[in-house]
């Protein structure tokens, strides 16, 4: 029996099988509720029997997902957040209106508690917005105990370009001293990410935890030599979404 694992994020789609959350495919849909032949083709291939997924982009593409379960009469779970993850172990959601945390959030705060057992973790994603996500033990398990969110590197860099008269002419570098416009984004770019998951961790240190970060998304890359050179103890982590959907399905 297969069973199919799908992350549907603000502009790319995850998937993989449930007994290989590590080992996914991505399509880049851009905000289209379009699902290729392609991506079709790879799924029916695979004659899966179950789909759990999240979803926090359009509405419009999680109900073309959904019509095309329905019709390839395939069982389908488009998974919330809850109040409390009670499997392998147990992760209270301390949000407000637990319902409100994003569905993406949740599921990769449980997926790197899998990884990271009865550790305090700082999880970051940096995509369309970046997210940086606090998870403490306690003596009944693991907290959730809240987050931060800001705009994503592109994100920053697009609004400068549209609501300002910055003219960049191109992508600059880190410099310390920076002097050209290009330059002085991309540092104050990266320097805002650096500076919201320093102080997140220093929140923790603070009550007496040594943080755990792990960061992924798309723009992990650009961000991960400064982080590394600020903790480098710090762990590129791919895929922690589709893992903790993966911990959800056997429950």
Not at 153 to 178: A, E, H, I, N, Q
Not at 204 to 227: H, K, N, T
Request: aromatic fraction near 8%; hydrophobic fraction near 40%.
């Amino acid at each position: 029996m297969t069973v199919l694992v799908v992350d549907v994020g603000n502009t790319a789609l995850k998937w993989a099988t449930v007994d290989e959350p590590d080992k996914p495919h991505t399509f880049v849909h851009q905000g289209s509720d379009c699902v290729p032949d392609s991506l079709l083709h790879a799924w029916l291939n695979l004659k899966p029997t179950r789909v759990v997924g999240c979803m926090v982009s359009s509405e419009n593409l999680a109900l073309a997902l959904t019509k095309l379960f329905n019709k390839h009469h395939i069982t389908w779970d488009w998974l919330h957040s809850e109040r409390e993850f009670n499997g392998k172990f147990k992760l209270h959601n301390c949000y407000d209106n637990y319902q409100q945390l994003g569905t993406d959030r949740w599921h990769a705060a449980i997926g790197a508690a899998s990884l990271y057992p009865n550790r305090a973790l700082l999880v970051v994603h940096m995509g369309t917005a970046t997210t940086v996500d606090s998870v403490i033990p306690t003596d009944n398990g693991l907290d959730f105990v809240g987050g931060r969110i800001l705009p994503g590197p592109t994100m920053m860099f697009d609004s400068l370009l549209r609501r300002t008269r910055c003219r960049p002419g191109g992508v600059g570098v880190y410099k310390d001293t920076p002097q050209n416009t290009a330059d002085a984004i991309s540092t104050g770019i990266i320097e805002a990410h650096l500076g919201v998951i320093d102080r997140a961790a220093g929140v923790l240190e603070r009550q007496g935890f040594a943080p755990q970060i792990l960061f992924a998304g798309g723009a992990a890359p650009m961000l991960a030599p400064y982080l590394i050179q600020s903790y480098p103890t710090a762990v590129l982590q791919h895929n922690l979404v589709l893992r903790g959907l993966a911990l959800r399905s056997t429950i």
